[in-house]
């Protein structure tokens, strides 16, 4: 996220985002930068507008925010309903399975 902040800063600032600046910011904030993540960043950064990427972020209106938390949240609830399904389903086939396995035992001890 760093790398993202150092980036806004230096639209900010009016500095062109490359590699020199971006990793001067960083340095400055005591960051450790790995060169491969800046080289990405820069280039993932070339033909992007900034301020109009700030711009149609912050027009979201918060209740379209509330609502995409809300479907999250009704996901993520499903699917821990999911996972304890599938868990009472294993339960029940290893119980099968040591029970089969206990009477080949059974068989073979006489």
């Not at 033909?47 to 009704?74: C, F, L, Q, S």
């Not at 339960?91 to 035992?105: F, I, K, S």
């Amino acid at each position: 996220m760093e790398y993202v902040y150092a980036a806004l800063i230096l639209n900010e600032t009016g500095e062109e985002i490359n590699e020199d600046n971006l990793t001067a910011v960083l340095d400055a904030a005591g960051v450790d930068v790995e060169e491969s993540r800046v080289k990405a960043l820069v280039a993932a950064l070339e033909d992007v507008d900034i301020d109009e990427a700030v711009e149609e972020a912050t027009a979201v209106p918060a209740t379209a925010g509330a609502a995409a938390g809300g479907a999250a949240a009704a996901d993520e609830a499903a699917d821990d309903d999911d996972e304890a399904e599938a868990e009472e389903e294993e339960d029940d086939d290893d119980d099968e399975e040591d029970d089969a396995a206990g009477e080949g035992l059974g068989e073979l001890f006489g």
